[in-house]
């Protein structure tokens, strides 16, 4: 398929360099994940400018339980207050909330700010999906157990059951901050994806930056695997 003009319906972003950028500017670690949500806001509000329908943000994945504990339970206070600030906007603003991963396995009072959010933008006609409590491995196999609870296990009996079923297909995958490797998120739907991997710390990555990632993606030719 010729890239010329393609547009990009379903960008996934690993939202990477958050401690660095703190520790570049000699603060806090928390200082660059508050810098980090601001980013994100900033992203959301850009989305009605764009091709997407969707936007996948890494936002928590199952290994970062390993993290110190200070660490988690700062990420967890700003999951709180983001969705209580923002979901006014989201509403506003036409976005539908879709989250990927165990996000049920939170704690309790998160889990109920999430189905409220979830329920209150259901009619959303452009899609922000989280990853939380995320890992595709895991993923990968409990989709390969619901298949084979089903009868035959295929790779669209899979497929129907990844957390991204209702997704539309992954076109490009975006990791910030230089690293480049895809940390256990979306294997099976970036195997045909685009990817792209910016110097640019998260906290740093802004419209301008999405909107150029997404320029380099109309100009790319996507085979599938043919000629």
Known sequence: MSGEGQQARHVAIIMDGNGRW????????????RKGVEAVR????????????C?????????????????????????RKFIKSDLPEFIANDVK?????????????????????LAQTAHGSR???VALNYGSHA???????????EGEIDEAAIARHLFTADLP???????TSGEVRLSNFLLWQAAYAEMIFTDVLWPDFNPDHLRAALDD???????FGGR
């Open 22 to 33: 703190a520790k570049r500017k000699h603060l806090p670690r928390a200082m660059g994940h």
């Open 42 to 53: 900033e992203l959301v509000r850009s989305l009605k400018d764009t091709s997407i329908e």
């Open 55 to 79: 936007l996948t943000l890494y936002a928590f994945s199952s290994e970062n339980w390993k993290r110190p504990e200070d660490e988690v339970d700062d990420l967890m206070n700003l999951m």
């Open 97 to 117: 909330l879709a989250i990927i991963g165990d996000w049920q396995g939170l704690a309790p009072d998160i889990v109920e700010m999430l189905e409220d959010a």
């Open 127 to 129: 899609t922000l999906a």
């Open 139 to 149: 993923e990968i196999a409990r989709a390969a157990r619901l298949a084979a609870a």
């Open 169 to 175: 297909p992954l076109d490009l995958l975006i990791r």
């Open 217 to 223: 993606f109309a100009n790319r030719e996507r085979r």
